[in-house]
């Protein structure tokens, strides 16, 4: 199926009227009504991450770029509206939507009269060739009588004829009725709010490439130069320098130096390089605006190479004797780009690709980037394999940013998905977000707290929840109207062998886990399932059945775990129906005795096959995954990842989850609790019947399971764990 053809019946069935213009290989004109356009962009976002709306014209004419996962990288999607008929084609999109017929796929077009009309005018606006002149030619003689009733006599024959000197006609009544006083007044209004937007919301993007010479930085520029189509209309570079002010050198008449070897000359005194350093500040401060601030305004990649910090990283090379926190501090008072790029690779490679500097130096840069990427959150792309792939690397860094600037639903989209496909008729279901990021779509009245979805893990979480639950109950907020009938609800109702569910969606807060959702049934009132949804293929859900099989045959005495009712494949997706407990108890505590008591019972139970030396684990044992249920009892629920692990593992998964997520201890305090093991380290050790030296061990595996930790944690970790040794 073309993506045209997807895309009208998906926004057939969100009741979108609409009509396809022009159907193109990575382009698609569309001509939507007023009140449809909303619901357009909720029906585009299903497709891929939406990396760039730009208003184009009066009144609400937008284009709209996705993402999509295969085919063409981008889709431009081209969306007149403009009921009033005071844009650049006049009443033409109009007057095709009003006409438009279905084809053979369904998809609704404009007919040829109507079609005709339109185009006549764009190609008025744009120019034509001898091949537009034969397709307009070709089309008129279709139209037929209809063509001629919309055109006039005159210009129907003519562009039968070839004569496309008409269309010149053409475009001058569409400006006469676009110049009467109410279409002035209105384009003048429209062009108002559509600059003030501009204004606010820039449509570009300034990236700048950051690391040592060799790196790949100009490689890499000019690929990302090079891309045609896609987000941006047009694409700049700017070195070190933003050119505002002349070089230094040039003001002193010196000679150019050698770029080749940037070392070699020697710094200026303290005062000549301050004045040189404060220069170069004052030329990116005023540079800015003219040079990056107007362009990123006008839909253009602007690509910077080396950030202003490289004067504190590479003073040498800009012949600077001054303190190195001095342009560190002027850096922070510049503008940042919208992103910054860390390239780094071995030192024996970079130089390899250019022998300017020595390995010890460019080590010495390259550790030194690496902590300015860590100390600032800048992405750190590793250059060393072929040019291809860091710029692949790269335009997946650009489409996260343009795509978050766009509130991209991300890790949301398999729960949408799941929900059902947007519907004009579809029941509202109101949008939690948190830093613009979707993290609830709940219909009707309810809330996070009251769908059985959010255990809040501090007493702040707890009143933003309960604010949260208000605006959900008062229907304030951003929302969605979606037909659950098209979505995974009929499937899981059949599985439970009941007549009609009602789902309420947690979105995954990590995207790199793959599409993944928790989803929470209701039958009226009541929660009768909850459903863990992957992507088939990337979760450990059958893994997760066997094991909640196996424990309730089991039926622990110190804990209880939801027992499974069934695994449901739909459309890509694998559903692991479980039955609901309702957990008591913050998301946020410290482990307990009732805790120690069901990790010593887990250990003992035969429930997954453990070498020697191991024991069952729960793997991600952590307090949003226990509580206490109605019946009073700990329960433990999320047994994806149960396996065989080392004593003390869940232990230490525990307290490093606290520490990650809510900040509570610090890695020294881990490892010291590992290394001098603590009273509850003892206490666990003896009732497992093991030696306390393996608890180093368990903290360093906890620590390395995928999304256990960041990098900084785990590094920190490893390092006081191999000093401790």
Not at 249 to 276: V, Y
Request: charge should be positive; glycine fraction near 8%.
């Amino acid at each position: 199926m073309s993506f045209t053809v997807s895309l009208a019946r998906a926004l057939e069935h969100a009741g979108v009227d609409y009509s396809v213009l022009v159907d193109g290989d990575n382009d698609l004109d569309l001509v939507v009504a007023p009140r449809s356009l909303r619901r357009v962009r909720d029906v585009l976002e299903r497709f891929g991450p939406i990396v760039q709306v730009h208003d184009y014209e009066a009144p609400s004419s937008r284009l709209f770029v996705v993402r999509l996962a295969a085919g063409p990288r981008y889709r431009r999607i081209d969306v007149a509206c403009d009921s009033h008929g005071i844009g650049k084609y006049g009443s033409a999109p109009a007057t095709a939507l009003a006409r438009s017929v279905r084809d053979a796929d369904g998809v609704r077009r404009p007919d040829d009269a109507s079609l005709l009309a339109y185009l006549a005018v764009k190609r008025a606006r744009k120019g034509i060739d001898a091949t537009g002149a034969d397709e307009l030619a070709a089309l008129a003689r279709r139209a037929g009588d209809a063509g001629r009733a919309l055109l006039g006599h005159r210009v129907h024959d003519a562009l039968i004829a070839g004569d496309v000197s008409v269309l010149s006609g053409v475009a001058a009544a569409v400006d006469r009725r676009r110049r009467r006083p109410a279409a002035l007044v209105l384009r003048a209004h429209f062009e108002t709010l559509r600059a003030v937007r501009r204004l606010a919301r820039p449509t570009g993007l300034a990236i700048c490439l950051a690391g040592p010479d060799g790196v790949g930085k100009s490689t890499l520029t000019q690929s990302l130069l090079a891309e045609t189509g896609g987000p941006f209309h047009t694409r700049i570079r700017l070195g070190q320098r933003r050119g505002f002010f002349r070089k230094p050198g040039e003001l002193l008449r010196r000679p150019q130096a050698d770029a080749n070897r940037p070392h070699d000359r020697r710094p200026s005194n303290l005062a000549g390089s301050t004045a040189r350093l404060v220069y170069m500040w004052l030329d990116a401060l005023v540079g800015w605006l003219p040079k990056i601030g107007i362009p990123r305004r006008r839909t253009t990649l602007v690509v910077l190479e080396r950030p202003f910090v490289d004067f504190a990283i590479d003073p040498r090379r800009y012949r600077l004797s001054t303190p190195r926190v001095l342009a560190r501090a002027l850096a922070r008072l510049l503008p940042r780009p919208d992103l910054v790029l860390v390239l780094t690779a071995p030192a024996v490679d970079v130089r390899g690709r250019k022998p300017e500097l020595a390995i010890a130096e460019l080590e010495r840069q390259l550790e030194s980037w690496r902590a300015e990427a860590e100390r600032r959150g800048y992405p750190v792309l590793d250059a060393s394999g072929p040019p291809e792939e860091t710029f692949a690397a790269a335009l997946e860094r650009v489409d996260d940013v343009l795509a978050h600037r766009h509130r991209d639903l991300g890790a949301a989209r398999a729960a949408f998905n799941l929900l059902g496909a947007p519907s004009a008729t579809g029941t509202r279901h109101r949008v939690t977000r948190r830093r613009g990021a979707t993290r609830f779509v709940i219909p009707g009245g309810t809330g996070p707290l009251s769908s059985g979805l959010y255990r809040p893990g501090r007493r702040r979480n707890t009143l933003a929840a309960v604010a949260v639950e208000a605006a959900h109950r008062l229907r304030v907020g951003p929302s969605v109207l979606i037909d659950q009938q098209s979505g995974a609800a009929p499937a899981i109702a059949a599985a439970l062998g009941r007549s009609h569910l009602v789902l309420s969606a947690a979105a995954a807060r990590d995207a790199g886990r793959g599409e993944r959702a928790l989803l929470a049934a209701h039958d009226g009132d009541r929660l009768v399932a909850y459903v863990k949804a992957a992507a088939a293929g990337e979760s450990n859900l059958a893994q997760e059945l066997v094991v909640l099989e196996r424990l309730a045959g089991e039926q622990p005495e110190t804990f209880t775990a939801p027992r499974p009712l069934g695994l449901v494949e739909w459309q890509g997706f694998d559903l692991l129906l479980l039955e609901p407990l309702t957990l008591q108890g913050r998301a946020n505590r410290p482990l307990g005795r009732n805790e120690l008591l069901a990790l010593t019972e887990l250990a003992s139970l035969d429930v997954i096959a453990a070498a020697a030396g191991q024991v069952p684990v729960h793997g991600d044992f952590t307090a949003w995954n226990t509580g206490i249920d109605e019946r009073g009892r700990l329960a433990v629920v999320d047994w994806e990842h149960a396996g065989a692990g080392l004593p003390l593992e869940d232990l230490f998964q525990w307290r490093l989850q606290r520490l990650v997520l809510f900040g509570v201890g610090s890695p020294d305090a881990l490892v010291r609790g590992a290394v001098e093991p603590d009273a509850q380290v003892l206490d666990l050790s003896t009732r497992l019947g093991v030696d306390p030296a393996v608890a180093p061990g368990a903290l360093l595996r906890a620590a390395k399971r995928p999304g256990a930790a960041n990098a900084h944690v785990r590094n920190r970790l490893a390092e006081l764990l191999g000093a401790a040794s």
